[in-house]
């Protein structure tokens, strides 16, 4: 059985390619806090509503294929990552990294997200 926390990102993770709204907008209610944070390098995304716009916006793009992960999910008694990667029809994927925190009832409060892969040290 896992854990709140895995149960929690892998309902996002399912949302996040959830074409049917409803369905998608039940996932988010299951494992987003209302008040959630997305933050990236240059924006946060502030509550589930506008997390909900955003995926919305991702799943309208004609060249997505789909959204899939990369690594395992990694989670400790509040935290999680992963890898993921948006794959387009046009050769054109977007890796990302996520790390983020999950609330008491549950719920993601914050999810941190990185685009891109890391470069290794020695190419920095």
Same mark, same amino acid.
């Given at each position: 059985?896992?854990?709140i =926390?895995?149960a929690? =990102? ?17 996932m988010?209610?299951a494992?987003?806090a209302?008040d959630?944070r997305? =933050?990236s390098?240059s924006r ?6 506008? =997390?909900?716009?955003?995926i919305?916006?991702? #799943?309208?793009?004609?060249l ?10 990694d ?7 992963f890898?993921?990667v948006v ?5 054109k994927n977007?890796?990302?990294?996520d790390?983020?925190e999950v609330?008491?009832a549950?719920?993601?409060s914050?999810? #941190?997200?990185?685009?891109g ?8």
């Open positions: 059985m896992g854990s =926390v895995d929690a =990102v892998k309902t996002y993770i399912d949302a996040a390619s959830e074409r049917d709204p409803e369905k998608r907008a039940a988010l209610d494992c987003f209302a959630g997305v =933050v390098r946060e995304i502030r509550g589930r509503a506008a =997390v909900a716009d955003e919305a916006k991702l #799943l309208e793009d004609p997505l294929v789909r959204v899939r992960v990369l690594s395992v999910i989670t400790g008694n509040t935290t999680f990552r890898r993921s794959e387009r029809s046009d050769g977007f890796e990302f990294f790390a983020g609330d008491p549950g719920r993601i914050l999810l #941190l997200t990185f685009a892969p890391l470069r290794d040290a020695a190419d920095a």
